[in-house]
């Protein structure tokens, strides 16, 4: 049973350019997280969606940032026009569903790097 | 709102020795309390859980008591191996509709040899 995936694991862009960040969640479950980690610092939430719907995206910046979990396919972080703050590890969360006592399961992470 | 607060480090200890990370936590509701660990490189791991006030979650030889009388939830380990060196998260997600889990800063822990 494979695990929560992400890709890329590295990503190196430029000031300016854009940013799209993948997660495929465990088999079997349709709950999705994504979770910033800045360099020294925990993890903060960012947002939480279900398949083809935004629940909670209160953690997100209101600009630049976007986030999607079509009915098929990966979810996707999308990061418009970066910028040297937005050098982070992202990290992609699943669960089969949501009781506020499911455990979350963790991707390996996409760390991105603006130069 | 909830909160998380861990002992800071970096805890440097030489193999064998006892562990204890501290981390007590504010929260409304009855939160369930995680310990993740993060190897370097890599990404979180559930290392335990606990769900209801004096649960103990255990794995790998970690152990953490939920303390509801204290806000608490210890990490322990009664000797520690080089391979046990990584970043250890607190953290906790609160029952009913609150799902977003708040996570404390991290405490990085070196084992030698």
């Known amino acids: 049973n494979a695990g929560v995936m992400q890709n890329p694991r590295h990503l190196v862009r430029r000031r300016g350019q854009e940013a799209r960040l993948r997660c495929s969640p465990m088999?079997?479950?349709?709950?999705v997280y994504w979770y910033r980690q800045l360099p020294e610092e925990g993890l903060k939430f960012m947002v939480y969606?279900?398949?083809?719907?935004?629940?909670?995206e209160s953690g997100m910046p209101k600009e630049r940032f976007s986030a999607e979990f079509p009915k098929e396919g990966p979810s996707i972080l999308r990061i418009q026009q970066v910028v040297r703050g937005d050098s982070a590890a992202y990290f992609c969360?699943?669960?089969?569903?949501?009781?506020?006592?499911?455990?979350?399961?963790f991707g390996p992470g996409t760390r991105l790097l603006v130069l | 709102g909830n909160s998380v607060t861990q002992m800071e480090g970096p805890v440097t200890l030489s193999e064998e020795a006892f562990l204890t990370i501290n981390c007590t936590y504010t929260?409304?509701?009855?939160?369930?309390l995680f310990w993740y660990v993060q190897y370097p490189g890599e990404g979180l791991q559930l290392l335990l859980k606990?769900?209801?006030?004096?649960d103990k979650g255990s794995n790998k030889g970690f152990e953490a008591t939920y303390r509801k009388e204290t806000t608490s939830f210890h990490l322990e380990k009664g000797s520690v191996q080089v391979s046990d060196s990584a970043v250890y998260f607190c953290?906790?997600?609160?029952?009913?509709?609150?799902?977003?889990?708040?996570f404390g800063k991290g405490t990085l822990l070196t084992v030698n040899p």
């Open positions: 929260a409304t509701g009855y939160p369930s």
């Open positions: 953290a906790l997600n609160s029952g009913g509709s609150n799902y977003k889990l708040t």
């Open positions: 606990a769900t209801k006030a004096d």
């Open positions: 088999k079997g479950h349709s709950h």
């Open positions: 969360a699943s669960s089969p569903r949501t009781s506020g006592q499911e455990t979350q399961y």
């Open positions: 969606l279900q398949k083809e719907n935004i629940i909670d």
